[in-house]
């Protein structure tokens, strides 16, 4: 099946610690896109790559980072200096082009311990 | 930034009745697109639309691409249960912009038996 997954589905975090949350895709789209979702609230952008080896920070990038070394990956960790990283985080793919579709994987719950 | 103003931000309906939600946006946008959220799950799209003016339909749902390209919206029809969920709008500006969407805050739709 041809898609996004993200792992894992649920994710603990202790205090100081850093977490990272995976993103694959299988869709051979370039850009790829990590959003976080608090309750009541639409999608926040926090990092996205519009192709391999590069990367942009979004709106709420503070106390995130990424990597994008493969097409297919674009792992999302959570540092320490994220006060508040209690959230719902979406990783997301785009086709790009003129005619743009954004798909979004299951989403990961991230919670402090 | 570009905001999107969804609305409304809760409807509370009888099964069987139509639904109708819209979007409108501070700047002209050249792509809208509308998913749908259940609970713990990522965004699904519902319908994509990039012409202004263009009304597509998807089963029971119809969404049309406002003709000023400032707004669109999601009609449901005949609702049933399984309607229920959080209803997205997102759209993308036509300065073209790499930072991906911008999204409505959603619309919580519950179907009342």
């Known amino acids: 099946d041809g898609g996004i997954t993200q792992s894992p589905k649920y994710l603990f975090r202790k205090e100081g610690q850093n977490v990272t949350l995976s993103c694959e895709q299988n869709?051979?789209?370039?850009?790829m896109y990590w959003y976080r979702q608090d309750p009541g609230q639409g999608l926040r952008l926090i990092y996205y790559s519009q192709i391999v080896n590069d990367f942009q920070k979004g709106d709420i990038a503070e106390g995130y980072s990424v990597s994008r070394e493969k097409k297919e990956s674009f792992p999302l960790t959570v540092t320490s200096a994220q006060k508040n990283p209690t959230a719902f985080y979406l990783c997301?793919?785009?086709?790009?082009?003129?005619?743009?579709?954004?798909?979004f994987g299951p989403g990961t719950r991230l919670l402090v311990l | 930034g570009q905001q999107l103003n969804q609305s409304p931000q809760s409807m509370f309906i009888q099964e069987g009745e139509d639904v109708s939600m819209n979007c409108t946006s501070s700047?002209?946008?050249?792509?809208w697109l509308w998913y749908k959220q259940e609970p713990g799950e990522g965004p699904v799209l519902l319908i994509a639309?990039?012409?202004?003016?263009e009304l597509t339909s998807n089963g029971r749902l119809t969404a049309q691409f406002g003709i000023t390209r400032k707004d669109s919206f999601l009609n449901i029809s005949a609702s049933i249960p399984s309607d229920v969920g959080i209803y997205f709008c997102a759209g993308r500006d036509s300065g073209g912009g790499a930072d991906g969407l911008t999204f409505g805050k959603g619309t919580h739709l519950i179907i009342q038996p």
């Open positions: 997301a793919s785009s086709n790009g082009g003129s005619e743009e579709t954004q798909y």
């Open positions: 639309l990039y012409k202004a003016g």
């Open positions: 869709l051979n789209h370039d850009a």
């Open positions: 700047s002209i946008f050249n792509t």
